[in-house]
């Protein structure tokens, strides 16, 4: 089946600008997490989603991220503000409800702010 | 907290050569530990996995053994070949949870 899918593959905006990407999952999963690649800090997770749960929102860096699922699917992560700092692959990972189960990846959003 | 240690990279290794990438971690309980490769321009894939002590996880003639008494989850194939080429980033978790990543290895395999 399709995995997991992120759009745009590739964004270039100018500091100060808001951006937003997307993310969809595996169909039927109900987890969903967001990371980040950058060559400073490695991968670093973000927020989590488990179904209707209040969302784990431990790894964000700042008030200036966010992140909202909709409907239990399509997952969107708003970077408001943008800063240099920000520049990364932004990776998305969703997973089954059962514990251990494995997390698979999509290809990432590079975001290169200027 | 939970933490990650892995080999600082690169790698270097001719074909046909012994690989062994070392990881250990730092955690609470007993949380699964994964290998993960990102072949060049390509996303990140679960190479191997293993949810419990002393469990062998292995695949594309990869393996890597769960070893509690010495927090180790050692990355070792006995013949690299240059499509093994990429970044392995060792990684736990505890259920669902979110995954801690090392650092991350690169390995470089020449003909």
């Known amino acids: 089946g399709a995995g997991v899918s992120q759009s745009p593959s590739n964004k270039v905006t100018e500091k100060g600008k808001d951006v937003e990407l997307r993310c969809d999952p595996i169909s039927g999963h109900t987890a969903l997490y967001w990371y980040r690649q950058s060559l400073g800090q490695g991968l670093e997770f973000l927020i989590y989603?488990?179904?209707?749960?209040?969302?784990?929102k431990s790894g964000l860096p700042s008030d200036r991220f966010s992140a909202e699922r909709t409907g239990g699917s399509v997952s969107t992560l708003t970077i408001q503000r943008t800063q240099q700092e920000d520049s990364a692959v932004y990776l998305c990972?969703?997973?089954?409800?059962?514990?251990?189960?494995?997390?698979?990846f999509g290809p990432g959003t590079r975001l290169l702010v200027l | 907290g939970n933490s990650v240690t892995q080999m600082e990279g690169p790698v270097t290794l001719s074909e046909e050569a012994f690989l062994t990438i070392n990881c250990t971690y730092t955690a609470t309980g007993y949380p699964s530990l994964f290998w993960y490769v990102q072949y060049p321009g390509e996303g990140l894939q679960l190479l191997l996995k293993?949810?419990?002590?002393?469990d062998k996880g292995s695949n594309k003639g990869f393996e890597a053994t769960y070893r509690k008494e010495t927090t180790s989850f050692h990355l070792e194939k006995g013949s690299v070949q240059v499509s093994d080429s990429a970044v392995y980033f060792c990684?736990?978790?505890?259920?669902?949870?979110?995954?801690?990543f090392g650092t991350g290895t690169r390995l470089q395999v020449f003909p």
């Open positions: 989603f488990q179904g209707n749960s209040a969302p784990d």
């Open positions: 990684a736990l978790s505890h259920n669902t949870d979110k995954l801690i």
């Open positions: 293993a949810t419990k002590a002393d």
């Open positions: 990972a969703s997973s089954s409800n059962r514990g251990k189960e494995t997390q698979y």
